[in-house]
């Protein structure tokens, strides 16, 4: 694709990847904070095999059942997590490592078997996303914000993040002093009558839903560009718990509009005739934000937020 073409109906996927971004960079916070990054990557890579039954169970690339069978696939990851750490008394990066690359390894064998069903499951798309495809066609300016047939053809996708970014936001202010002190110390959450360990599960399932959410638009592996970059800069930038999820949430915004963009018109600037994938580029620009705040964040030496 050309990429003055790729930039031409620009809005609707660069909203989606904002609102993608964010809604995984929000319990990114808190999960790196806790020293559990690696959970959002476990989630990103343990809905595949969930996406995949959806597609070979309902033979159509379609987000309805795809989406269950991710979100299936990620509550059974979690409670796999869990049971492997609490039964087998083992780390949690040990029990996240079984369960990771067993779901991972079973959802890439069944996506290679998906071409017998009769429909076939891309590959890119399944790992990457198609993000500069999410575009509303039936636009024609502001006027097709009040046309009902313009918003038939919108993309699902958006209101989809835009829901999802919305509910994590809101628990995330709803629990905000229980999530701020079970995060710091948990035994002190424990002593207030916190219940800090449902508290922390609930936390897992915010990034399962953020991750099977963002799926159809990034994919199931670059989502974790979008669990940990933008956090991990904006803790750099700030000693305020407050403070850096605000520079979270613009690092996230700041990296899907710059990749976005850069994605269609990079390769023209380079002299290349196509455009490169949008998820991919996003999460490049988020590794250099957070290459950045290393280099030049003001509070790079590692003092704990507060």
């Known amino acids: 694709m050309m990429g003055a073409e790729f930039v031409q109906f620009s809005l609707t996927p660069i909203l989606i990847g904002i609102f993608a971004a964010m809604a995984c960079a929000l319990p990114g916070n808190f999960l790196i904070l806790r020293r559990q990054a690696m959970i959002g990557d476990a989630i990103s890579h343990v809905v595949l095999p969930g996406i995949v039954m959806g597609f070979l169970v309902s033979g159509t690339v379609a987000a309805g059942p795809m989406g269950l069978g991710a979100a299936g696939a990620a509550i059974i990851a979690v409670v796999l997590i869990e049971a492997i750490r609490r039964f087998g008394r083992v780390e949690p990066g040990a029990a996240m490592g079984v369960v990771f690359t067993s779901m991972f390894a079973a959802g890439v064998l069944l996506l290679e078997q998906s071409g017998s069903s009769g429909v076939h499951l891309d590959v890119e798309h399944a790992l990457m996303g198609n993000l500069e495809q999410l575009i509303w066609l039936r636009a024609s300016g502001w006027a097709s914000v009040l046309d009902p047939a313009a918003w038939a053809s919108l993309p699902p ?5 835009a829901l999802t970014f919305a509910l994590i936001g ?15 110390d948990e035994g002190f959450a424990r002593s207030l009558g916190i219940p800090a360990g449902a508290l922390g599960f609930g936390l897992v399932i915010s990034a399962a839903l953020a991750a099977v959410a ?3 638009a990034v994919g199931s592996i670059l989502v974790i560009a979008m669990f940990i970059c933008p956090p991990a800069a904006a803790r750099l930038m700030t000693n305020s718990l407050s403070a850096q999820i605000w520079w979270s949430l613009a690092f996230a915004a700041l990296s899907a509009i710059l990749g976005y963009v850069l994605a269609g018109y990079g390769p023209l600037w380079l002299g290349a005739r196509d455009a490169v994938s949008a998820a991919g580029m996003i999460a490049v620009v988020s590794g250099v934000i957070l290459g950045l705040a290393v280099l030049f964040g003001p509070h790079r030496t590692g003092a704990r937020a507060v």
């Open 214 to 216: 963002a799926f159809q």
């Open 157 to 161: 996708e958006l209101p989809t993040m």
């Open 170 to 184: 809101a628990l995330t202010l709803a629990f905000w002093r229980w999530l701020k002190i079970a995060t710091f």
